[in-house]
């Protein structure tokens, strides 16, 4: 797919533009109507490829669960084994759509591989994510960032108490919530590890306060996000920081998210996803 096209739905989804511009301009970049409206489907997310894991799968337990964070009450998508008694945690925090069903899927898969996950809803305290994904975009756009990072901290609150967790939480975010994750880190010292999927850094100054492990994935052809990579891994450096920075040559923004068949990257999510998998083991053991 031409990138230009790509570039363009990219600036539509991270807002500033409606969708009656978005398609226009795509319209003018696909040269018709009709072949902008066959592109559409290869664009957005088509959730009904989400399910990497079943929610019956015999191998997992689940269940939506309510917390109170920072004066609001926070919800969420819980997954953990069906077997055994404590597990290390992880919050996983979604993109600029909310909690929809890839995210709950992702919560699955961490369930899968032995840790005990949580899919977080952080438009909750606004309603809940809705149906609509234009609309939860636009409900991302009215929160503010110390908000979102206080219910953050509450859910990794939750995770470090819940009786089937270990004592250790990690927390792994995409695109918009790999921005949070920046933030949780910077903001929470009793994090154990931070995974960020091409998420937004947070601001140079505030990195001498983070204390967890972190591992960075960016993609290749995300020049958006990549822009603040260069003083993001200067401030790391310098404050001595321990982390491990990937970066998938040849990918795009949201590579990781199969219901997008635009941007995924069957290659680059997996080896991503193993590298994941095996840093939160690391660090999240009891």
Known sequence: MDQRIIDLFDRFTHGGMSRRSFFDRLVALAGGTAAATALLPLLENNYAKAETVSPGDSRIKTETVTFPAAGKQVSGYLAWPASGDT??????????????????????????????????????????????????????????????????????????????????????????????????????????????????????EEVGKIQAPLLLHYAGMDERINAGIAGFEEALKFNKKTYTLHMYEGAQHAFNNDTNEARYNKAAAELAWGRTIDFFRQNLAS
């Not at 960032?145 to 219910?151: I, L, Y």
């Not at 903001?187 to 995974?195: D, F, K, Q, R, T």
Request: proline share 8%; charged share 15%; hydrophobic share 45%.
């Open 87 to 204: 597990f290390p945690a992880v919050l996983v925090v979604h993109e600029n759509r909310g909690l929809n069903p890839h995210t709950q899927d992702t919560a699955r898969r961490l369930a899968v591989d032995g840790f005990l996950a949580l899919a977080v809803d952080l438009l909750s305290p606004i309603g809940g994510t809705p149906a609509d994904a234009d609309k939860a975009r636009d409900m991302i756009g009215t929160l503010q960032a110390p908000d979102v990072t206080s219910w953050a901290r509450g859910a990794v609150e939750y995770l470090r108490g819940h009786p089937a967790a270990n004592g250790k939480v990690g927390a792994v975010g995409f695109c918009w919530g790999g921005g949070v994750i920046g933030r949780l880190a910077v903001a929470e010292p009793s994090l154990n590890a931070g995974v960020v999927y091409y998420g937004a850094q947070p601001p140079a």
